[in-house]
């Protein structure tokens, strides 16, 4: 049986435990993995580099008095490795920290310093740290204590404890948060994940707002500096001849993809063109994707379009990690509400959708790994969600919201065109819904606003706001939810959309021989 | 209010199969009847009118069900309508339809056996929905041009495409997951099912629909049905529905209801030795 077949024919609530866990495990394995041991190797003066480790490479300079050390590892054991290594070379202690960027990899060893370093990033890089610290678990929450202490927006000259640096920021490139660090008196450059030699093609984290536009404007500036060492984020340190010569490969692929794209091929045909083998992203989109999207959201698009076959990207959770305050009546359902996953999760949980009962609005919304299609006609729009096999209609006749309805698990729903944004309101809620996989409640009193905006051909922002006096004392405003169109040209929803109908029968026997004989262990 | 309006729904389920049943629905023509209509416009809301036809409380694609295979014959003998059973002893208060548990009730199954729940159609520009006031299922037809795959992934609601022959909407449908029942009588398919839908509108209010089920593997010829009518909701109709805005209800089937009706309703009915209700 195809593995599409397996899953198709698996409970859908398991499908998305597993893919959960999954992504889960991945991540504990890239953080447990027992790395190679981290070796320091000089440069030139007193300046080193250092690979090895948990995480990306780093570097660091001995000044007239102390340390600038340039990233900080993925995890604080390696981060206390990097401290031994530099304690080896000279005594005196790491003062200043300059992050090349916000990827966990270089960041998340901060904790592993000692507090009231002076910590220097790009500005946009510090407000992607902020936003992951928002959305992060409690186990994250020592790093609230290394956010960036100083911030740069522009190409800055230093002199730290003596030291000569020039900070550089051409584009977001990698990030949009990149920064270039740049030693003129020693000919070296420090270019973060700029440079990802592990990886063929260039690294670029869309969802950061990296282009591959600004990764070449990075190269080509770094490329005009008097320099003769250039030390990657990932990989050995490279030459000019190296970094014009990856330059070079990226622009063809980049002509290339864009070419193809414009002759109507689908990702998956470009891919096939271009020779790219599966892996070619490491864990992350591969260049040709990021590139072939790029120029996907680019094509020109009817703001007033929504229809088409579309997924969250984002918090995936719910509308928030965190909720506003709950009355009584909300903290008590909540206190109730034993999940399935998360932070809260028992193997066991009385979430209602384990039995398959109906998941209601919100939650079929905000689900991340699903994708929903959106179909306008001219009185209604309506949302066909993958996960459940179910929908809601939202009218565009001009109604106004029922006063009283009987409450229903996908509510009642009208819009409208504020400008470019459609706007949705909706009332009626069945309160025997959990608004999240978390139990989070909502009351039969629950208002609705969700604000639809195309900000690109690929890309529709939402943003929801939930009134609901009699179970939260604030409005509660969801937060970095993002839908991004990720079917492609020549994919269409008949590929994307399936239909994950929840059975109790299999939901039932799924309980029965896998999920209690588990939950017994716990 | 509340306590009373989950009872209500509880009720959906059954209920008005059984008012359908007992004929409470008198068919009358309607005023609009013979005003103009687009005949390529199927969209709007719509019901099944089984009760005009000969079969009425059938629920089934028709009853002159084509000899079944020993396949077929197995699997129909050990289903046990709990409602609407047909032939005598099938239908049993405690029986083991699948939808009594929420298991989702498929096409065919949710058309023909809808009694006068909802079922609205959709034109959009690549698809044709049908969205059923029932288990608040849908099905879509691709009308995009696309041909059935020859081996999809089985789905209770089937892989439908769809296409104009005339004024004549075919649809054929491959793919269907074969936990379903056809008909509330438990008659069986296999995943190899074809299914070929004609739907015709002939008047604002009526549209005519012919389906023909191919199994071999289930039936030993083709199961043509009797000619169906969907009959178009008038407002005033729609209004007096429960929805109180003039859409379909959602009658999403809730597993913990059905669960707790069993054990608190159907349960000490059926235990107590009381006889099958009939249809």
């Known amino acids: 049986m195809q593995l599409t077949k397996l899953l198709t024919r698996l409970a859908p609530i398991a499908v998305a435990a597993w893919l959960a866990t999954g992504a889960y495990a991945q991540r504990q394995q890239q953080a447990q993995r027992p790395a190679p041991p981290l070796k320091v190797m000089p440069l030139a003066g007193d300046v080193y580099w250092t690979t090895g480790g948990a995480g990306g490479n780093t570097g660091f300079i001995v000044g007239t008095n102390g340390v600038i050390a340039i990233d900080a590892k993925m995890t604080a054991d390696s981060a206390k490795e990097l401290l031994g290594e530099i304690a080896k070379v000279t005594p005196k202690p790491v003062t200043h920290m300059i992050l090349t960027h916000s990827d966990a990899d270089h960041v998340n060893g901060l904790t592993g310093f000692p507090k009231g370093l002076t910590i220097i990033a790009h500005e946009n890089a510090r407000k992607e740290m902020a936003e992951v610290l928002d959305n992060a678990p409690p186990a994250m929450a020592a790093l609230r204590d290394y956010l960036p202490t100083q911030t740069v927006s522009k190409n800055e000259d230093l002199t730290i404890d003596g030291v000569h640096l020039r900070l550089l920021h051409f584009a977001p490139g990698h990030t949009s948060g990149d920064l270039i660090v740049y030693l003129p008196d020693r000919k070296i450059v420090f270019a973060g994940d700029i440079l990802t030699m592990q990886l063929p093609y260039p690294l670029i984290h869309r969802e950061k707002q990296g282009t591959s536009e600004g990764w070449i404007a990075n190269m080509k500036g770094m490329l005009a500096l008097n320099a003769e060492t250039y030390v990657p984020g990932h990989g050995d340190v490279q030459t000019k001849p190296a970094l014009e010569t990856r330059l070079a490969d990226a622009e063809a692929r980049r002509d290339q993809i864009a070419k193809l794209f414009a002759a109507g091929q689908p990702l998956r045909e470009v891919r096939k063109a271009v020779g790219e083998t599966a892996a070619a992203g490491g864990n992350f989109p591969s260049f040709t994707e990021v590139v072939y999207r790029e120029v996907s959201a680019s094509q020109p698009f009817d703001p007033h379009d929504l229809s088409g076959v579309w997924y969250i990207r984002g918090v995936g959770f719910g509308m928030s990690r965190k909720s506003p305050p709950m009355t009584p009546w909300a903290q008590a359902r909540y206190d109730a509400a034993k999940p399935g996953l998360g932070p809260r999760g028992h193997p066991l949980g009385n979430d209602p959708i384990m039995g398959c009962d109906p998941m209601g609005l919100v939650r079929s919304i905000v689900w991340g790994v699903y994708p929903t299609e959106i179909i306008q006609t001219p009185k209604e729009t309506f949302m066909l969600f993958d996960w459940f096999y179910t929908r809601r209609q939202i009218w565009t006749d001009g109604r106004k919201l029922p006063e009283d309805p009987e409450p229903r698990f996908y509510g009642y729903s009208v819009g409208h065109w504020d400008g470019d944004a459609f706007v949705v309101e909706s009332n009626g809620f069945d309160d025997r819904q959990w608004l999240d996989a978390d139990g989070h409640p909502v009351s039969a009193d629950g208002r609705l606003e969700e604000r639809y905006y195309r900000a690109d051909h690929d890309t529709i922002e939402v943003t929801i706001t939930l009134t609901d006096p009699k179970a939260y004392t604030q409005p509660w405003v969801s937060k970095g939810i993002v839908t991004g169109r990720l079917v492609t040209p020549g994919l269409d929803s008949t590929t994307e959309m399936r239909e994950d109908v929840c059975i109790p029968s299999a939901e039932a026997k799924y309980k029965e021989e896998i999920r209690e004989p588990a939950g017994e262990k716990h | ?279």
Request: charged share 25%; hydrophobic share 35%.
């Open chain 2, 1 to 279: 209010m509340f306590g009373n309006s989950h009872m209500q729904r509880t009720f959906h389920f059954a209920v008005p199969l059984l008012l359908l049943a007992a004929g409470a629905y008198a068919q009358r023509p309607a005023a609009s009847a013979n005003q103009p209509f687009d005949a390529h416009d199927l969209s709007g809301f719509w019901k099944e009118r089984g009760d005009r036809l000969a079969t009425n409380q059938r629920h089934e694609i028709s009853l002159n069900a084509p000899t079944m295979t020993p396949w077929a014959q197995a699997k129909y003998d050990a289903a046990k309508p709990g409602l609407n059973g047909t032939g005598a002893g099938r239908a049993q208060p405690l029986g083991n339809d699948p939808i009594m548990i929420c298991d989702p009730v498929g096409y065919p199954r949710v058309l023909v056996a809808s009694g006068n729940y909802g079922i609205q159609i959709v034109q959009a520009p690549k698809e044709m929905l049908m969205l059923f006031d029932w288990f608040y299922a849908r099905r879509d037809i691709w009308t995009d041009g696309r041909k059935l795959a020859d081996d999809p992934d089985p789905r209770f609601y089937g892989n439908s495409v769809g296409r104009w022959d005339g004024d004549t909407f075919v649809v054929e449908s491959n793919g269907f997951d074969e936990r379903t029942w056809l008909d509330s009588a438990g008659h069986p398919h296999s995943d190899e099912m074809r299914l070929e839908e004609r739907y015709r509108r002939v008047s604002k209010d009526t549209i005519e629909l012919s389906m023909t089920l191919t199994d071999p593997k289930a039936y030993t010829q083709p199961w043509v049905s009797e000619k169906k009518y969907l009959e178009r909701f008038s407002d005033k109709e729609l209004e007096a529905r429960d929805s109180g805005w003039n859409d379909l209800r959602e009658d999403a089937c809730i597993p913990s209801v059905e669960a707790k009706y069993k054990e608190q309703v159907r349960e000490p009915a059926g235990g107590a030795g009381a006889p099958a209700r009939k249809p």
